[in-house]
């Protein structure tokens, strides 16, 4: 527990001496609710209360993108020799690898909660129960994308190849899910493409419980985007978070299994600059 504890801090710490980081993450923000608010105005008929509903997507899309980015500071930490001294060191190596993890996952958390913390000036509405599932799913889906993001991080040979793969998955996942452009004004063909993205049930789940969509019909989460209908079967948000812990569970196991058999001897970083706010060294 000491070695995972250390790792946190670690890079929790590395969060706190970042600063341009947040301040990036918060202009991303803005950025996104200003060109997307525009695409919002359009489907203000069918969704109930359009900038909340952009604002949620933006949350967990950066909750999402974060968890997966940080992982590449892993591999900077192994080319810069910092990590080889803890692979060497007589700590089991599914521990360096649980402690990568939840660091990821708590800077995205992070990240989450002050864009969140923006939103209370924008009009989104919160109490303690509703705020306490608003966190649980951020930390479900950090720790989710985290895993995912080392098992990348464990296969790739360099911090370029790295990036490479993480925005080939980043963007076609974003704008498939529905977090930024809801999925009933998309065009029809590409809607089977939603079922098999794990960002389109984050984003379901944590639009459920953050709009308060409790009390709503099947038929009005169908009409909101925020249930899906796949053939006889309606996808609701509670059977999202089934198949989101699913996807947890896997993507840990992977992980775990990948980072303890890696070979990370010929690791080298990339000497350009991290792209994106998530990026950027613990």
Request: proline share 3%; charged share 10%.
């Amino acid at each position: 527990m000491r070695a995972i504890q250390a790792i946190l801090i670690r890079n929790l710490t590395g969060l706190y001496r970042d600063k341009i980081r947040l301040v990036f993450t918060l202009g991303m923000t803005f950025f996104f609710l200003f060109i997307f608010s525009f695409t919002m105005k359009g489907a203000a008929g069918a969704i109930a209360q359009p900038m909340n509903y952009l604002l949620t997507g933006i949350i967990i899309m950066t909750v999402f993108q974060t968890a997966l980015n940080n992982s590449m500071g892993i591999l900077d930490d192994i080319a810069s020799g910092f990590m080889k001294e803890i692979l060497v060191a007589p700590i089991a190596r599914w521990q360096i690898s649980i402690g990568q993890v939840l660091s990821s996952m708590c800077i995205a958390v992070l990240q989450g909660l002050i864009i969140l913390v923006v939103g209370l000036f924008i009009g989104l509405k919160l109490d303690v129960l509703h705020t306490l599932g608003m966190v649980g799913t951020m930390v479900l889906v950090g720790f989710t994308f985290s895993s995912m993001g080392l098992f990348i991080a464990s296969l790739a040979k360099n911090s370029g190849t790295f990036q490479i793969l993480v925005s080939v998955i980043v963007m076609p996942l974003t704008l498939l899910s529905g977090a930024l452009i809801p999925t009933t004004v998309m065009p029809v063909f590409l809607r089977p493409l939603f079922f098999f993205n794990p960002l389109t049930y984050t984003a379901s789940v944590f639009r459920f419980i953050a709009l308060h969509m409790e009390h709503l019909t099947v038929a009005d989460l169908l009409k909101q985007g925020v249930a899906f209908q796949l053939g006889g079967l309606v996808i609701t948000p509670q059977i999202a978070l089934l198949i989101i812990v699913a996807m947890s569970t896997l993507f840990f196991g992977l992980c775990v299994r990948q980072f303890n058999r890696a070979d990370f001897s010929r690791v080298k970083a990339s000497r350009h600059g991290h792209g994106g706010g998530g990026g950027n060294r613990n």
